[in-house]
Structures are given as C-alpha cells and as structure tokens.
C-alpha cells in the first residue's frame, strides 16, 4: 500500500522496533486471531499505548508475514491508526467511488 515505505534487512526492523518501544514505552500488542498455510501467517492485532507526550497510541490491522526454518522472511503491514471520530461508512464509500462524502 506504501511501496515507498519498503525495505530490506535486519537493521530497519531493528531500527523501527527501537522507535516504537522509545516513543510508547508501555506498549502493547494484542493478537486477536491468526491463519497459518504453509510458508504464510496472518496475524490480526492491535498495538496500544501511551505515547511519550500523553497522546494515546492505537494502531489495529493486519500483517502477514514469510516464515521459513523458524525466522521471518518477509512481511507486510496493513496497519492504521483507530478513528475515533470521521466519516461514515457510506461516506466512505461515496468518496472511494468519486464522489463527494
């Protein structure tokens, strides 16, 4: 979904899991399901906290990840901030199709 957002190697999940636990120091993931099919897992989770200036911290989706002789190969996150407050379902869908919301 953000092909610019990619990229490959240890260093930048190391770097980008640093971040995390940095910035939300009480961090935490829940799983709420998973599927497994071979190579491939899903995992449904959500990731809350408190961010370091007292914001609320509450990213929810999807990863789906390569696992290959017990080690991540590759994943991919579909994760998104929870909203609160927006547009309704049928607003969405009127401004996905091209109209206005």
């Known amino acids: 979904m953000h092909p610019s957002r990619s990229f490959v190697g240890i260093a930048p999940v190391r ?3 640093e971040k995390f ?3 939300i120091p009480d961090i935490h993931i829940t799983v709420s399901r998973t599927a497994c099919d071979g190579e491939e897992v899903w995992v449904e ?3 809350t906290g408190t961010r370091l200036g007292g914001a609320a911290h509450d990213l929810r989706g999807v990863m ?3 696992v290959r ?3 991540v190969r590759a994943n991919s996150f579909y994760v998104e901030p929870v909203e609160r407050a ?3 379902n049928d607003e969405t869908i009127r401004m ?3 109209g206005q919301p």
């Open 15 to 17: 770097s980008n899991w």
């Open 21 to 23: 636990f940095a910035a």
């Open 45 to 47: 989770q959500s990731m």
């Open 64 to 66: 789906v990840l390569t």
């Open 69 to 71: 002789d017990g080690l």
């Open 86 to 88: 927006g547009l309704t």
């Open 96 to 98: 996905y199709v091209g």
